[in-house]
């Protein structure tokens, strides 16, 4: 399953890119509209997402699919 | 040429700063922040580790770290971004007037009314003198680290946790100390830090950055395009986009990360012992000769950073300075922005003329300054 976190800002894009990075996930960074940039990372559960709350990286939804 | 105006703007760059610039005006030139596409992407990834490279030096969060074009804009962006009606703010007696001025526009404007605390080389006395003036309506303090002018050392770290102690915003600006002097956002008490680029961080011209805490929430002084939120007219209110509407100077954000590197490869104690030692060298040498006027005591570690400013014989600063100028020697005359420093130093008169040196001054380019001097 790909999980399209929205994060707003390139900034926060970032910052959510290196904690997942920390974490073992690889992601990538796109653009993407409760605009901006969003992460795009596989992962069988919405772990990516709880690890970034953790972490206090604003997250503005997430889309499954 | 003999460059001892470091003050002004370091003098020469590393070479590794010119390289960063050239390279990003070849491979970033893509508006970071905006496009999906990888080349902005990228970039937005080499801003991005501007500002940890900033956060590593200094201790604030990386995503707190907002770039502006030099210092003065980010000490407009975080006084009048902090203050509201009826608002009392506290500055320094030696303030530059990138922070001077901001805070006498908002008192003609009727918005605040504000108190100047008295520097004291009695580090005690200088906390002291800002206690005495903190009011209810005090929400502000606001003062340098170090004197443009006199290089006069301010204790910020107590300064800071007196501001704490009452509730008060403490807002430092770094001109003459980033990269010269160790500064640490948790450790020296900063809520907000106000630092030049181009300066002792060896950065090109035109880059400069706002730094805040966590619990700092600034109101935007200036609103545009962050790229985010687009369908909103509302300003975003999260650092560092709320900070830095309109396109980013990458090459110069770059050119100020290698800058940064330069400086943490150095070691800044190492720096600042280096230009110490340029100082005191001159300030011996100045002190043996009669027709020398200084204002400071003998430059140290505790009270001073590596500025230094005299007169000679009955001279007007600026004669000074256009003699040492024929012999190629760059020194800064007059008044340096800087109106409340010498008003309290009384040199209205004539201003002072002002020698600062860099990590790359030698003893041999001091030596040729002040035999040039005892030739006027």
Do not use: W
Request: net charge positive; with cysteine; charged share 20%.
């Amino acid at each position: 399953m790909s999980l399209y976190i929205k994060v707003g800002s390139i900034t926060n894009a970032q910052r959510a890119q290196k904690v997942l990075k920390k974490n073992g996930y690889r992601s990538s960074v796109r653009r993407n509209p409760n605009c901006g940039y969003m992460i795009v990372v596989d992962s069988s559960s919405d772990d990516p997402v709880n690890i970034l709350k953790n972490h206090h990286v604003e997250i503005r939804g997430v889309d499954r699919s | 040429m003999i460059y001892l105006d470091n003050s002004a703007t370091t003098n020469p760059k590393p070479h590794s700063v010119k390289s960063a610039v050239n390279r990003a005006m070849e491979r970033f030139s893509f508006n970071s922040g905006r496009g999906g596409y990888r080349q902005s992407v990228d970039t937005a990834g080499r801003i991005f580790s501007v500002r940890e490279r900033i956060s590593d030096m200094f201790g604030f969060e990386p995503q707190n770290i907002a770039f502006t074009n030099n210092c003065t804009t980010a000490l407009n962006y975080a006084i009048k971004g902090s203050v509201k009606k009826g608002d009392h703010v506290i500055i320094s007696s030696l303030e530059h007037n990138a922070c001077a001025r901001p805070v006498y526009a908002l008192a003609q404007r009727g918005i605040i009314t504000y108190d100047t605390a008295e520097f004291s080389y009695d580090k005690e006395k200088t906390v002291d003198n800002f206690k005495a003036l903190i009011k209810p309506q005090t929400t502000l303090i606001v003062c340098m680290h170090a004197s443009n002018v006199f290089g006069c050392l301010f204790p910020i770290k107590e300064i800071g946790a007196l501001a704490r102690q009452y509730g008060i915003r403490f807002v430092t600006d770094a001109a003459q100390t980033a990269g010269v002097i160790p500064i640490n956002a948790d450790n020296d008490n900063v809520d907000i830090m106000c630092a030049p680029g181009h300066k002792g961080l060896y950065g090109p011209m035109g880059t400069g950055f706002l730094a805040v805490q966590n619990s700092v929430s600034l109101r935007s002084i200036l609103e545009g395009g962050t790229g985010t939120s687009s369908l909103s007219l509302e300003q975003p209110e999260e650092m560092p986009e709320s900070m830095e509407s309109g396109t980013l100077n990458n090459s110069g954000i770059i050119g100020l990360g290698a800058g940064v590197d330069f400086v943490s490869q150095k070691g800044i104690d190492n720096i600042y012992s280096h230009e110490l030692k340029m100082v005191q060298s001159i300030y011996k040498e100045l002190e043996k000769m009669p027709k020398v006027k200084l204002y400071t005591p003998y430059p140290t570690k505790n009270n001073c950073a590596p500025i230094l400013s005299f007169n000679y014989a009955d001279y007007s600063s600026e004669k000074t300075a256009s003699l040492l100028a024929k012999q190629n020697i760059a020194v800064r005359s007059g008044y340096h922005c800087s109106m409340l420093a010498h008003l309290f130093f009384s040199t209205l008169d004539r201003g002072t003329v002002r020698i600062s040196p860099s990590a790359f001054t030698t003893f041999n380019e001091c030596e040729i300054f002040m035999k040039n001097l005892k030739k006027l």
